[in-house]
């Protein structure tokens, strides 16, 4: 077996991963894998939803089912994957996916509070409107308004340029009616 140095390295480093969750197990297995001394993260979303005809302000995972964790995959590997509440390590074939540090510190950025994401509430937009994006990676970008998705906070855009159109999902408030643009 030919390793090279920096294999080596790169083995014993605490890389972050994605996890997916039992369902609505999120908290317990963030909980749970703190409890055994491992690094998460687990963003949450503040929104208000209308439950029983009232307004509520409901805390949930910003990616329902999912939760970062900061491991050194070859000593963590195996108790990660049998916490209680967990799922399995996210992995494309036979590969956990690793995930830039830069995308962990850009979420913890757009977070007012301790891991917590407050969202306005949504404006009022209907089907089939031009709405121009106004954030992200499609920002200045023209598209159709579809539908609001659940929570009320993600709408379903549908993306018109010259070479790709394509359904995207897209926090509400990243779009702006045509009209006001």
Same mark, same amino acid.
């Given at each position: 077996m030919n390793d090279s140095f920096s294999d080596r390295l790169?083995?014993?480093?605490? +890389?972050?991963? *994605?996890?997916?969750?039992k369902? /609505?197990?999120?908290k317990q297995a963030e909980q749970n894998l703190r409890r055994m001394g491992v690094?998460? #993260?687990?963003?949450?979303?503040?929104?208000? +939803?209308v439950?029983?005809? /009232? *307004? +509520?302000t409901v805390i949930a995972p910003l990616f329902p089912g999912y939760l970062f964790v900061r491991i050194n995959l070859s000593e963590h590997y195996r108790a990660v994957t049998y916490a209680r509440g967990v799922r399995r390590i996210v992995e494309f074939g036979a590969t956990p996916?690793?995930?830039?540090?830069?995308?962990?510190?850009?979420? /913890?950025?757009?977070?007012?509070?301790p891991e917590v994401c407050v969202l306005e509430r949504p404006k009022e937009l209907?089907?089939?409107q031009l709405v121009q994006i106004r954030d992200g990676p499609f920002?200045?970008?023209?598209?159709? #308004?579809?539908r609001q998705m659940s929570g009320h906070q993600r709408a379903m855009v549908f993306l018109r340029t010259l070479?790709?159109?394509? +359904? *995207?999902v897209l926090e509400i408030d990243q779009l702006i009616s045509d009209a006001a643009a």
């Open positions: 790169r083995c014993c480093e605490m +890389r972050w991963y *994605v996890l997916s969750t369902s /609505k197990h999120e690094e998460s #993260f687990l963003p949450l979303l503040q929104e208000q +939803r439950i029983r005809r /009232k *307004v +509520r996916v690793e995930v830039d540090i830069a995308i962990i510190d850009a979420i /913890k950025s757009r977070l007012p509070g209907s089907s089939g920002v200045g970008l023209e598209a159709v #308004f579809m070479a790709l159109q394509a +359904r *995207v």
